[in-house]
């Protein structure tokens, strides 16, 4: 029979790229991890590893032996779950990551809930885009993901991840000063247009956001004068009110505040993120997170209620 914790180690260095990651992740020397896989490799038979320049990669009879880890360690999670669901107390350190919208509007309501609920449970959040939190997520290093999805780009799903919905979250153009007569009052598509020469913020480039945006922009005829990019979209807020740069803006970034710039809508099938959470299939029935899931869908809904609509769009933005 293999050895499990050399299987895990094979597991890593998949999700992480590189010996030192690995060893990194798990505070292992990088020399401990390649002895442990050179023993693996030797239980197993084969080459397991083969050389790309300075890094390597996973050889065909790896993938294989990756797969049923995989399944195992799933297997052992809902072990987890079963255990932690036959005690009377929920314990324990339950893991988020999320993004920053979401980090402010909704995990503060939900970690009060949880507090209320579950005294003994120790939440530990961590502010992570996405991009960069869903692979640590199937690494190990997060247990529940706050993510989103704008529309048009869809994002891949893992088969070893599960996604729950949780809201979906309106989208806005908005206006660094107050339409008065201007193409910004026919529709959304000229709404953007009569932007085209001013200033934008955008998250930075290869993200999912940028892309949408970017999308949006030359779908209304022109290529944005991109002056700000940042994942901080209180920031893209602030520039808008300053009259520095247009933007982009979702509901949740007044976390049920009144919205404090004009807006206008954005064109049909464009107006709304899909926000989720994503966990590891076998965690998704471990106590600890169907609380948080729990949690956060509460905090979703109180979030819907105490929300006021936007301020009325152009008179003819429809």
Known sequence: MYDLHRLRLLRE?????????VATALTYAPSSVSQQLS????EVGVPLLEPVGRRVRLTVQAEILVAHTEAVLERLERAEAEIATSLTELTGTLRIASFQT???????TALGLLREEHP????????REPELALPALQARDFDLV???EYPGNPKPRPAELEQEDLLDDPLHLALPQQPTGTPAAESPTAALRSLADRPWGMEPEGTPARHWAMTLCRNAGFEPDVHFETTDLLLHLRLVEQRHAAAFLPDLVWNGRSPTVPLCRLPDGQRTRRVFTVVRRG???????LACRDALRRAATLHRRTTPPPPSSPEKNR
């Open 13 to 21: 260095l998949k999700h992480r790229g590189t010996l030192a990651a």
């Open 39 to 42: 023993l693996l490799e030797t």
């Open 102 to 108: 979401a980090a402010l509007a909704l995990v503060p």
């Open 120 to 127: 003994r449970l120790r939440v530990h959040v961590t502010h």
């Open 146 to 148: 706050l993510a989103e």
């Open 283 to 289: 965690s998704d029935r471990h106590p600890a997170v």
